[in-house]
């Protein structure tokens, strides 16, 4: 491993540290000014708007646990790519997923990173009450349509 690869996976498990400990002024410090974060929910430029997501990450549930997952950090050049899971508490539900972020750095500061997960499953995990309950199933019943065929009875949830 090169330095530049070395500088890039400082920072990047510098990242993961700082989520894990649920710090938005140290997150936000490793972006740059212009700095992007594309997720499920929207994208978010700027120190300002990432800090506004970030705030509403950490305030929608209780006992946040984030983890580096088995492939950890990898890096090529400037960017590095980090699996994780998220797990929290919400209204006495226990919900975990998995997580890919990549990260694009530029000057040694976060230019854009991209965070991807399966968020149906995880709407189905947080989902109360019957009606959401129902809701979710739902959707997914349709996307599935014809997935396991006629014959071949559906796993169960």
Same mark, same amino acid.
């Given at each position: ?9 400082t920072? @990047?498990? &510098? =990242?993961? #540290? @700082? ?10 410090? +490793? =972006?740059? &000014? ?12 700027? #120190? ?6 970030? &705030? ?7 006992? =946040? ?22 797990a929290?508490? +919400? ?10 972020? @990549?990260?694009?750095? #530029?000057?040694? !500061?976060? #230019? %854009?990173? %991209?965070t ?11 989902? !109360?009450?019957?009606?959401? %309950?129902?809701?979710? &199933? ?18 169960? %949830?």
């Open positions: 491993m090169n330095m530049a690869d070395e500088g890039t996976e920072l @990047a498990r &510098d =990242f993961l #540290k @700082a989520l894990q400990a649920r710090h938005v002024e140290q997150i936000l410090a +490793l =972006f740059s &000014d212009d700095g992007t974060w594309i997720a499920p929910e929207g994208t978010f430029t700027g #120190k300002a708007s990432i800090g506004a997501y970030l &705030d509403w990450q950490f305030n929608r549930g209780q006992d =946040f646990k984030i983890t580096e997952c088995e492939n950890g950090v990898v890096v090529e050049g400037n960017r590095a790519f980090i699996e994780h899971t998220i929290f508490t +919400l209204q006495g539900g226990r919900a975990e997923y998995v997580a890919l972020s @990549a990260l694009e750095l #530029k000057n040694g !500061r976060v #230019k %854009r990173i %991209r991807v997960y399966d968020r149906l499953s995880l709407e189905r995990q947080i989902a !109360r009450g019957p009606l959401s %309950r129902w809701a979710v &199933d739902r959707l997914v019943r349709q996307e599935e349509d014809g997935l396991y065929g006629p014959r071949q009875p559906q796993p169960h %949830r």
